[in-house]
């Protein structure tokens, strides 16, 4: 008995003195390395917010001016109406070609191909193209099928496929421009395979290109079919709305100068060639190609009252999917053009300074960086170290500016920007992973996975409001980082409320409910039934 009590107050004394041991250590390392770190770190997150905040700013003035003064691109460029000519007919007309990629597209390839060859546009001066990217037979017979018939209406159009997806969208869009027929056309509009543009949108596209030789790019604006259709296709709707309000109206009055959406957009065919044509280095071919144009001089144009309907991810592993690709790509293509941009000798200084440090390093890096790292990790780390105190601007007044000018797009919606906020939190796990990923080229670097769409799924009875559950596998449904994140948020607002000053703990513990909710799979799992 004896040896028993003397072995156990041995482990008892031996695990005090490793209490003891570890204690001593973290009291002499917490001041000269945790301390010093974590203040280094929320310094640097509160310069790189406050640099957003600028950008933020100054796109909100440009566009308050822009509103203020009506300044349309019809005011800015020159545009009139074509029309056919009395000795040359309907040649006077430019040959357009019409670009349709889709891969697999069963819910929406009749809606797309419908509206393409409905466009308005001499008959003898448009080619439809449909690249067919399907690895389903059966949709490919279909897609095929729909080719045929609207071939036999007499409507010029080309079904077009390749034996791999080499490239993938980017691939099949540069196999797309080998054919003959392409090179009788001077101009190319490209729709992705759920977008549907009314019958007047070359009437309204095309005159910019014709009247204006120094133009090489119109991007219309993107309408959404089902932005009413749940809370999170409506919080999608919010971010859009301020990224073609704001950001492409800005880049496109200010600098003539934005990046290409990849659809509902026409390009000068001349401009796409000597850019050097498509190219599959990264996930965002239409960026890419957008960048290069424009280190050519060439000038773009983004016509906000020009609207083609489109459909947004209803499910979130479709929409986290989508975010992946638009966030990791755009890290990836600064990393490889960077340099390039800086020793562009073609245009101005100014324009490479736009460039690079507010079309990227802004937008495409710190947006999504210092939203996760300073709002989610940092502030949060704070609570348990009382000699770090976060300054009011970098808690409150800098990120209210920041929402308000986020909303400014978002009029309609602004009793969801609670929700918008947190759920975009959320979403900044994914876009800061991504981003990562892209500047190291690491992992999923070059992943696409084609957004899945529903169509004519989205179109319920009249009257109707049944709804249809997604089927989940519980590794699908269950998503690991949010849930681990979400708890890291709770324990730091448990421990605020407990024993804190900083009074943080509101929206920690809301900000850990969105987690949770979306962890658990509570997002993006209803859509209408059809």
Not at 169 to 197: T, W
Not at 204 to 221: D, K, M, T, Y
Not at 523 to 530: D, E, K
Request: proline residues 3%.
């Amino acid at each position: 008995m004896d040896v028993i009590f003397s072995s156990s107050q041995a482990l008892l004394n031996a695990h005090s003195g490793i209490t003891s041991h570890v204690g001593f250590i973290w009291q002499q390392t917490r001041t000269p390395l945790v301390v010093q770190f974590l203040r280094i770190i929320l310094y640097v997150c509160l310069a790189l917010s406050f640099m957003l905040f600028v950008e933020r700013l100054y796109m909100g003035i440009v566009i308050a001016f822009v509103k203020l003064f009506r300044r349309k691109p019809e005011k800015k460029y020159k545009w009139e109406p074509l029309k056919g000519d009395l000795e040359l007919g309907n040649y006077s007309y430019p040959m357009v070609l019409v670009q349709l990629p889709m891969c697999n597209e069963k819910e929406v390839y009749q809606l797309s191909i419908g509206a393409a060859c409905n466009l308005s546009w001499p008959a003898n001066r448009i080619f439809i193209q449909v690249l067919d990217d399907s690895t389903d037979p059966t949709i490919k017979a279909l897609v095929e099928q729909e080719c045929r018939k609207w071939a036999s209406k007499g409507v010029n159009i080309k079904y077009e496929i390749r034996n791999n997806r080499k490239g993938y969208k980017a691939g099949a869009l540069r196999e797309g421009m080998k054919h003959n027929y392409v090179k009788l056309c001077s101009h190319v509009a490209i729709f992705d395979a759920d977008f549907q543009p009314e019958p007047d949108f070359l009437e309204r596209s095309i005159p910019f290109l014709v009247h204006n030789p120094e133009i090489g790019l119109v991007q219309a604006r993107w309408e959404f079919v089902n932005a009413d259709e749940c809370l999170m296709t409506k919080m999608q709707e919010m971010s859009f709305g301020y990224h073609f309000t704001v950001e492409q109206e800005v880049g496109s009055t200010a600098h003539a100068f934005f990046g290409f959406n990849g659809t509902a957009g026409v390009w000068r065919m001349s401009a796409l060639n000597e850019a050097g044509g498509w190219k599959d280095r990264t996930t965002v071919e239409d960026m890419d190609l957008a960048v290069r144009a424009g280190l050519n001089g060439w000038k773009f144009v983004y016509v906000d009252d020009l609207k083609v309907k489109s459909e947004l991810p209803s499910t979130f592993r479709a929409y986290r999917n989508q975010q992946h690709r638009w966030s990791c790509g755009p890290a990836n293509l600064f990393r490889k053009m960077a340099m390039e941009i800086a020793t562009n000798k073609k245009v101005s200084v100014w324009k490479k300074f736009y460039l690079i440090y507010s079309f990227f390093f802004v937008r495409k890096i710190i947006a999504h960086v210092v939203t996760f790292i300073l709002y989610c990790v940092v502030i949060p780390a704070t609570i348990f170290i009382p000699e770090i105190q976060v300054p009011t601007w970098g808690t409150i007044y800098i990120p209210t500016a920041i929402t308000l000018l986020n909303i400014l797009g978002s009029a309609r919606s602004m009793q969801l920007v609670v929700y918008w906020i947190l759920f975009e939190n959320v979403m900044s796990l994914h876009r800061t992973k991504a981003t990562f990923i892209g500047l190291f080229e690491s992992g999923r670097v070059n992943e696409w996975i084609v957004t899945e769409k529903l169509g004519d799924a989205l179109k319920t009875k009249k009257g109707s409001k049944a709804l249809k559950k997604l089927q989940f596998r519980v590794g699908e449904r269950v998503h690991v980082l949010e849930l681990f994140v979400g708890l890291y948020l709770l324990f730091c607002g448990w421990y605020d409320y407990s024993f804190g000053r900083n009074r943080f703990y509101v929206y920690l513990l809301l900000q850990a409910m969105a987690f949770f909710v979306v962890g658990f799979g509570y997002v993006g799992v209803f859509v209408p039934n059809s």
